[in-house]
């Protein structure tokens, strides 16, 4: 028998290559470099790799390719528009990472034990968080541009490990965190079980493992249906578990309260994006014209998970929590884009993405900064008087709240609106019903925490706001900024989208 | 350089840039800075008015630019006599409010140049929502509208201000979304039929089946009916007008209140023609039920702010019976009746305002002899609930009439249930009268100070202008006529001729 | 011998797996079972491998075994760091996290 | 028709006396009475000039008419701000601006120790102005506009001083009672323009014969509702006895001359509408007439003159509604009977007024006596009066009244019979009241206390009142000289034949006056043999006891009316509390209480997570597979 050799268009890999390399160098920071400079390099490091990675995808916008990396990996408009979201997500949420306040000294050491304290004092980092990151992103980058199952569920994996153990790295809290990684960790293996078990059915109902013989072999109806309707299903599982769909829910809100708010910000966000990205492309090319047999159920789920995310979080006592359900109800707005299954609704999936996105690292970059003596504070009723204390945090938190929210002249409304128009159009009438009396409610807790941080007068144990340091205060702005700007004037970014919102097949 | 509505909008907007550049401490300066841009914006727009082409039924001062073109949507603005008689009260209330509530802003939690930003966003966008001529924009301002509103009833209210802020919030919000949702749908269908848009007049023209109108045009009138607020969607009402100052009432019933009513003009009549249809009766039921009801409760009411909210319900019932009785007479005289009740209302808010400010209470009971003590500000309320209960001679009379008679030509029972009303009137009126200001002087009113010359500036407009247009409504009906009958006729009506002379 | 019994063989381990993921307590057993049950999975796959005779189940399985290593390390990581804070190893005991 | 610019200043003068006097406030102090009462005199002067002209035109020119300015105009409801002067308008605004101008002079004294004496003539003004529009409007829309500016004027003058709250009650009474009535007008207009398409005199009376019986009987029906309202007739006759309230030359000009008899004047100029629907006008009559015998009743009951007086005005009004109500014949001796009231009456309330002020403001008769030593002025002219209105030959009243009560006889068969007797029974009940004022006030021993010391009014005082008592001598008798009156109006009206005499004149006329001296003998007999208590008896009869309490007609509308509306209004604002806000909060605490429960389902356990997870994938499958099936 003759062996090929690879053939690898490194052009398209690049943006993945360089933040694996980014990564790579910064293991290796870490064994070679002193603790005291560790901190200030990696960042520079992890900044650096991220910003050429962006620069990279932006340099191969326009090439397209079916086949990069023997068919493993495919590349087009989406593909690119996911990598930009992600990349850019992840350098806003760099800077809220890099505020040493949010990670543990010293993850080895037992909570509350001396040597904790002495690393405390040290004034020691975990700086592996940064190469931790950058593999977390190549796996991001690789989700939603994988062709064939292996790359699909490595790049799942890749993603996830890294996020598994950062979720227990708080400086606070620790056995909470360590609770959050465990949880997270457990589940996310039983989740990928199902994933991988889905594959192995799907690679039995085609006898390929190439998303485009897959999606030949349902086109052609050639094979046997009970299989494609397990792995679907299955499948479905693994994806819908990352996203964080009703009944698949359940660990984030108890994850994204015990890690790191630095971590939470950005596996909320980026996590969202790789895994939708991901959905999309596997709903919208390989099964496609299954739509008979998945688009009933992911309707099912949509609505649940909006009307379960929205009514839960208005019984929530705890800002992170409240913000996940909030998560939770937002990915059934984003599974409506996925029923749509026509361009408007890519489009409108990937502009809600960004915006959604943005907003919520923002939003948790707020979270950073309230504290008390003992840390950070998460318990809305401490959030009390907010607005009269810091006028201006309050302020953002308020319109990242009311984005959430889909007021008008945020940037949600614009998502809102986009992804429900396009559900509607594809005939998901009641979808769409469901999507806006769950806004409806949804409204009702976001307006709850508004009144709790201005019209509330604040309890004698106060929480203080502090001063943001540089970083999180460039995350904060910029997300603001892009989050008010999309609100005001998206035209040039839905055109953007619209131009390079085609999949390949 | 000429005038325009974006100009018209982007005066207030700059103001309220400026007062965010303002320190906190100087509360003088903003206010003279508010009541600067508020009186100059009011200026452009009576120059718009005088420039405005009576008996020309298009569109004027039209302007469109591309806004979010991959969704067709613009920002396109323009006017025809109903939207400028509106924004028309908008603009000439502003400065009278910030005129009067000089000194509201003090019970706020936050600075006074805050207050009068707010003030003056609002202004912008009750404005915009009226100038608005794409759906998807009027929508924006509909429901951007509300964040300002929120922040001025629950940071300068009184009372229970934030649980009336967030029940208003809420009611509104959840107006809004069904509105969105049929917005969307409306969206959808002008996509299938010839390139998505959002173009009144383009949309008006859209086929649906009559169960889809039905629906859509029940997801935009709930919006109104709660914005109004037509019973049964009123209880937000009397809550939010009891907590907000008296200058955020008045522009909350004064001018927020009417976007409801103009919608129902401007977009449920007019997109939805066959629904209208459907709908009339029992929209016309819900009408005569406001009316009455509102009435009712007015004369049960201890609290002076809420008797003053409760009788706007009972007045917008009017509006709303005049709007589909679909009569010419009818339909200006709701259109007449928006613009009065918008002042007959700020005198009733403004002077209660200065009375329980005074008296530091707004429970009618605590009030006593106060036309004794305080002659001006006594008969300024009179005057004001004069023109609330429709006294001929006052312009509140004329809408009022023209409303009646226009509904009883078509549906004469509602017509004379809504009559009854007129007697109602009279008492929810006259009880407060007899028990704040007539009678023996009570102890805690004695010496309390009669109306500043601040005070009675503010006020004097109002009443002069409810007084002329009492006399001469005319300037005012001939602006609304030919939109008002455009309207109708679009609709395929025409005003039922007398019944015993065969129509000659 | 026919090829579908490997797969109903494959789905009871995999059925075991996630049954024991619920029942077992032991965060190291609930581990085990997840690994049991992607090898459920791996197994799947080279069944329909042979029976679609082509490879590529069978590098989808090698994939699969190199990546499960990777989670027992991040797994027995997290695992053992949680045990000594906690002197117990049971998941039910790790629930402060809950409402 | 002519169009004549001169009418607006009628309204115009006593209107800018009102918006000065307001305005300048305390300032005006000093002049103002003084200026209101030169302006409604130039306004009479002007009132004279118009009749002037008039007399100079033909009969068929005499009508005049000025257009304003536009109103309102939508679609084909058109209505010009318009003032209409014919030989009906004239009487009344030459009644209005003399008699108003009289009791202008006279409340300079009367009021001259009330420090808001200019307020009052403020008012006064407005109510002139007001009346003086009611009366030249020339469409219902105008008239409406005087009708409820009347209602106000009446309303502030009654409660002038509201801070007694009894008075203050009584002024709300008054006003929302008018309400009550303007509603019919409202409808009237309504109707109109629905069936007619016009609401103008002009326009409805072309329109009129055209028109079907049943939508003019529905006109004027409700025109008769409104009468009822601004003319104290049944069933809307209980505010004014509470109306007294008001200073009396108040009820002197407003509740006895003028605005109680716009009710008289609507309908008499709705005669082309009355005219053409029979159930209308019996209705008129029948309320007239239990009004005539209504207020009769109440007066014979009253201590406090001023309501003696007013139940009698009450009453003398039935009587011209009466009149009005009997058609062609009856309109013109209807507004005889209005002139002539208007003279006596006003007098009458001017004595009362005078005697008040001498018994510094004590009302009850009871407290009198032998007055006529004291003010001999005050006697005379209030004498006059009194003769007047019994209808003693040749006082004003004889002529009046006799006519109504001989065409009431006329208007035939039972009907004829019926409001004839009870025309007749009126005028006895008349004298028999009349004279238990006279006697309680004038005659007999002294009842008044201590402090009292009586005196004669000064001239500003006694001046008007004997114009008036000239006025009530003389008026009757010119204005029936050869029918003045009645061909004077008989433009107006339709031209009718002379009706059969069912009793002569002559008859009816002596019939009256037996009723009249019965009356007065049985009053003399009451009051005059023996002491008077100065306390109202209380061991008295039943029925006195109902009379005292005005036949329970406040009971009768507390119990229907205010009752029922507060339980309406209380039950309603319970309602809107529980029921409505009740869904409105329970939705919003439902919510939070199943999301509570919801938020249980998150156990905190990790395997339960799994076990969630397990579940989904399953019942995912199961659902695949069911969809495919």
């Known amino acids: 028998m003759k062996f090929t050799t690879p053939v690898l268009d490194y052009a398209i890999l690049s943006p993945i290559l360089i933040v694996l390399a980014g990564a790579l160098i910064g293991v290796m920071i870490e064994a070679f470099l002193s603790k005291t400079r560790r901190p200030i390099v990696q960042l520079i490091l992890t900044l650096g790799t991220l910003l050429i990675a962006l620069v990279q995808v932006f340099r191969i916008r326009n090439t397209t390719s079916l086949s990069a990396a023997m068919g493993s990996v495919i590349f087009d408009g989406p593909a690119f528009l996911l990598q930009m979201t992600i990349l850019i997500i992840s350098i806003i949420s760099i800077f809220l990472i890099a505020d040493n306040e949010n990670f543990t000294a010293l993850a080895a050491a037992l909570p509350g034990s001396i040597e904790e304290q002495e690393a405390t004092c040290k004034g020691n980092q975990v700086t592996e968080v940064y190469p931790l990151t950058l593999f977390a992103v190549a796996g991001m980058l690789l989700f939603p541009i994988a062709s064939d199952l292996i790359t699909l569920f490595v790049a799942l994996e890749m993603l996830s490990l890294p996020l598994y153990l950062m979720a227990g790295l708080s400086r606070r809290r620790r056995l909470m965190s360590q609770e959050a990684a465990l949880k997270y960790f457990l589940l996310g293996a039983f989740s990928s079980a199902f994933f991988l078990f889905g594959a192995a059915y799907l690679y039995g109902y085609s006898g390929l493992i190439s998303f485009a013989g897959i999606r030949e072999s349902i086109v052609g109806g050639t094979g046997n249906d009970v299989f494609l309707l397990i792995g679907i299903a299955f499948l479905s599982v693994g994806l819908l578990f990352k996203v964080g769909a009703v009944p698949f829910h359940a660990w984030s809100p108890d994850v994204y309260q015990g890690a790191p708010t630095a971590v939470t910000a950005f596996m909320a966000a980026a996590t969202k994006v790789a895994a939708f990205g991901a959905m999309l492309r596997i709903y919208y090319t390989v099964f496609a014209n299954a739509q008979w047999s998945w688009s009933p159920l992911l309707s099912v789920i949509a609505i649940i998970t909006m009307l379960f995310g929205s009514f839960v979080a208005i019984a929530q006592r705890d800002v992170k929590r409240m913000l996940a359900y909030s998560s939770i109800a937002h990915a059934g707005f984003l599974i409506t884009g996925v029923i749509a299954l026509n361009k408007a609704g890519l489009s409108a999936s990937i502009f809600y993405l960004f915006a959604y996105g943005i907003a919520t690292v923002g939003a948790f970059a707020i979270v950073t900064l309230v504290r008390d003596s003992a840390g950070e504070v998460s318990d809305l009723n401490r959030w009390a008087g907010l607005g009269k204390r810091s006028p201006w945090v309050a302020t953002i938190f308020a319109f990242f709240l009311l984005a959430f929210a889909g007021i008008p002249l945020t940037s949600g409304f614009i998502g809102k609106f986009s992804i429900f128009s396009a559900a509607y159009e594809s005939g998901a009438k009641s979808v769409v019903i469901a999507g806006v009396l769950s806004s409806a409610i949804a409204a009702f807790f976001y307006i709850r925490v508004i009144v709790l941080m201005f019209f509330t007068d604040s309890h004698e144990d106060a929480t203080t706001v502090v001063i943001p340091s540089v970083l999180t205060r460039i995350t904060v702005i910029v997300s603001f900024v892009i989050t008010v700007a999309l609100g005001v004037y998206p035209a040039p970014l839905i055109d953007f989208i619209n131009k390079f919102a085609i999949f390949i097949r | 350089m000429t005038l325009s509505l974006t100009l018209l909008m982007a005066l207030p907007l700059f103001g309220a840039a400026v007062l965010s550049a303002l320190p906190k401490t100087n509360a003088l300066l903003a206010k003279q800075v508010a009541l600067g841009t508020t009186l100059v914006s009011a200026a452009v727009t009576i120059g718009i008015a005088v420039q405005f082409q009576r008996d020309n039924i298009d569109l004027q001062f039209v302007e469109s630019h591309q806004w979010i073109p991959s969704f067709g949507i613009n920002y396109a603005v323009g006017l025809d006599g109903i939207s400028l008689v509106l924004i028309l009260m908008t603009a000439v209330l502003a400065p009278i409010v910030v005129l009067a509530g000089w000194n509201e802003s003090q019970s706020g939690r936050w600075s006074t140049k805050t207050f009068y930003i707010l003030i003056l966003v609002l202004e912008m966008m009750a404005i915009g929502v009226f100038a608005a001529t794409d759906v998807f924009l009027f929508y924006v301002f509909f429901e951007a509208m509300l964040v300002p509103v929120y922040f001025l009833i629950g940071g300068y209210g009184t009372g229970k201000r934030s649980a009336a802020a967030v029940k208003f919030l809420l009611y509104s919000l959840f107006g809004g979304l069904l509105m969105l949702a049929s917005i969307i749908a409306l969206y959808v269908l002008s996509g299938e039929q010839g390139g998505h848009t959002f173009d009144t007049q383009a949309l008006s023209h859209l086929h649906m089946s009559s169960m889809t109108q039905n629906l859509l045009f029940l997801g935009f009138f709930i919006a109104f009916a709660i914005k109004a607020p037509l019973w049964p969607f009123h209880t937000w009402l009397p809550d939010a007008a009891d907590a907000a100052t008296p200058g955020t009432s008045v522009l909350l019933l004064g001018v927020l209140d009417k976007v409801g009513t103009f919608g129902m003009i401007r977009y449920c009549l007019t997109l939805f023609p066959n629904a209208t249809k459907t709908f009339t009766p029992t929209i016309i039921v819900l009408a005569v039920i406001s009316i009455i009801y509102g009435a009712f ?39 007449l009746y928006m613009f009065n009740h918008g002042f007959s209302t700020a005198a009733l808010f403004l002077v209660a305002g200065w009375m329980s400010s005074r008296r530091g209470s707004s429970t009618i009971a605590d009030f006593g002899g106060l036309q004794r003590v305080t002659p001006v500000m006594a008969w300024s309320f009179f005057f004001a609930g004069m023109s609330s209960l429709a006294l001929p001679g006052l312009s509140s009379f004329v809408s009022e009439f023209l409303v009646l008679v226009g509904t009883f030509t078509r549906y004469p029972v509602a017509a004379v249930i809504a009559t009854f009303g007129i007697v109602l009137a009279a008492l929810y009126i006259l009880i407060p009268v007899q028990r704040a200001l007539h009678g023996p002087t009570t102890p805690g009113n004695e010496n309390l100070s009669d109306l500043t010359l601040r005070e009675k500036i503010a006020i004097t407009p109002v009443i002069a202008i409810i007084l002329f247009l009492g006399f001469y409504p005319s300037p005012l009906l001939k602006v609304i006529n030919p939109a008002a009958t455009h309207v109708i006729s679009q609709l395929g009506f025409s005003d039922p001729a007398p019944t015993q002379l065969g129509g000659k | 011998m026919n090829a579908a019994n490997y797969l109903y063989v494959s789905a009871l381990l995999f059925t075991i797996g996630a049954v024991g993921v619920v029942v077992r307590r032991n965060a190291i057993v609930v581990f085990m079972c997840v690994e049991l049950m992607l090898n459920a999975a791996n197994l799947a796959f080279v069944t329909f491998s042979r029976i679609n005779g082509n490879l590529d189940g069978q590098v989808v399985a090698f994939f699969t075994m190199v990546v499960a290593a990777c989670e027992v390390v991040v797994g027995l990581a997290i695992i053992v760091t949680i045990y000594r804070s906690r002197r117990s190893a049971s998941v039910d005991d790790a629930s402060l996290l809950k409402r | 028709m002519l169009i004549n610019n001169g009418l607006v200043y009628l309204i115009a003068l006593p209107l800018a006396g009102a918006a000065i006097l307001l305005l300048a406030g305390r300032r005006s102090d000093k002049w103002g009475h003084i200026l209101a009462t030169l302006l409604s005199a130039a306004s009479f002067s002007v009132g004279l000039l118009q009749l002037s002209q008039m007399l100079a035109r033909p009969t068929g020119q005499r009508a005049v008419e000025q257009k304003l300015f536009e109103w309102i105009s939508v679609g084909t409801f058109k209505v010009d701000a318009g003032l209409m002067l014919d030989q009906l308008s004239i009487c009344f605004v030459l009644l209005i601006t003399g008699v108003g101008t009289l009791i202008h002079i006279y409340s300079i004294s009367y009021m001259s120790h009330d420090h808001d004496r200019r307020r009052f003539f403020a008012y006064l003004n407005l109510f002139i102005a007001a009346m003086l529009l009611l009366v030249l409007g020339n469409s219902y829309l105008n008239l409406y506009v005087g009708w409820e500016g009347v209602g106000l004027a009446s309303y502030l003058l009654i409660g002038f001083w509201n801070q007694k709250p009894a008075y203050a009650t009584a002024s709300k009474k008054a006003f929302i009672m008018n309400r009550v009535g303007d509603m019919g007008l409202s409808f009237a207009i309504m109707i109109a323009f629905a069936s007619l398409g ?38 809307l006759q209980a505010w004014l006895g509470d109306a007294m309230a008001g200073p009396t030359p108040v009820s002197a000009l407003i509740h006895a001359a003028t605005m109680v008899t716009a009710g008289v004047y609507l309908i008499t100029r709705s005669n082309f509408i009355f005219d053409a629907a029979p159930t209308a006008q019996l209705l008129v009559i029948i309320v007239g007439a239990i009004t005539l015998l209504f207020g009769a009743v109440i007066g014979t009951a009253k201590d406090d003159i001023k309501k003696a007086l007013a139940a009698s005005t009450m009453s003398q009004i039935g009587y011209m509604i009466l009149g009005a109500g009997l058609g062609p014949v009856g309109y013109a001796f209807a507004i005889m009977h209005l002139l002539t009231h208007g003279f006596f009456k006003a007098g009458m309330f001017l004595g009362a007024g005078s005697v008040m002020h001498g018994m510094d403001d004590e009302v009850n008769m009871r407290k009198y006596g032998n007055l006529r030593k004291f003010m001999p002025i005050t006697f005379v002219t209030f004498g006059l009066g009194y003769l007047a209105i019994l209808g003693v030959p040749p006082f004003a009243g004889f002529y009046s009244k006799d006519k109504i009560i001989e065409t009431a006889f006329n208007a035939g068969g039972i009907r004829g019979l019926l409001i004839g007797s009870a025309a007749l029974l009126g005028a006895g009940l008349t004298a028999f009241y009349m004279t238990r004022v006279m006697i309680l006030t004038f005659t007999g021993a002294p009842r008044w206390d201590e402090k009292a010391h009586p005196h004669e009014s000064p001239i500003l005082m006694w001046l008007p009142m004997a114009i008036l008592a000239i006025g009530s001598v003389s008026s009757g008798f010119l204005l029936s000289r050869g029918n003045a009156l009645v061909n004077w109006l008989a433009p107006l009206f339709a031209e009718h034949a002379e009706k059969a005499e069912v009793l002569k004149p002559v008859v009816v006329t002596s019939l009256a006056l037996l009723m009249v001296v019965i009356g007065v003998v049985i009053a003399f007999m009451k009051y005059s043999r023996g002491e008077v208590s100065s306390v109202a008896p209380e061991d008295v009869s039943a029925l006195t006891k109902i009379v005292r309490r005005d036949l329970l007609q406040d009971d009768f509308n507390e119990a229907v009316f205010m009752r029922t509306g507060q339980g309406i209004t209380n039950t309603l604002v319970k ?15 439902a919510a939070l209480g199943s999301a509570g429960a919801l938020r249980k389902s998150q156990t905190g356990f ?23 099936l």
């Not at chain 2, 702010?305 to 319900?313: D, E, N, V």
């Not at chain 2, 009972?314 to 589909?324: E, K, Q």
């Not at chain 4, 006109?219 to 049944?234: D, E, Y």
């Not at chain 4, 809107?576 to 329970?586: A, K, N, S």
């Open chain 4, 198 to 235: 016009t609401f103008s005199f002009a326009g409805i009376k072309e329109a009129a014969p055209h028109a079907s019986t049943a939508s003019l009987t529905a006109i004027g029906i409700m025109l008769l509702v409104a009468a009822t309202g601004k003319s104290a007739q049944f069933p």
């Open chain 4, 606 to 628: 990790v395997r339960s997570y799994a076990a969630w997870i397990l579940l989904g994938a399953v019942v995912l499958v199961a659902a695949i597979w069911l969809v495919t």
């Open chain 4, 575 to 589: 309602t809107d509390e529980l029921v409505i806000d009740g869904l409105v909060r329970g939705v919003g605490s």
């Open chain 2, 297 to 335: 409760l007015a004369i049960g009411q201890k609290d002076i702010k809420r008797l003053i909210a409760f009788t706007s319900i009972s007045h917008f019932g009017f509006i709303t019976l005049g709007i589909f009785a679909m009569t010419s007479q009818g339909h200006s005289g709701a259109t």
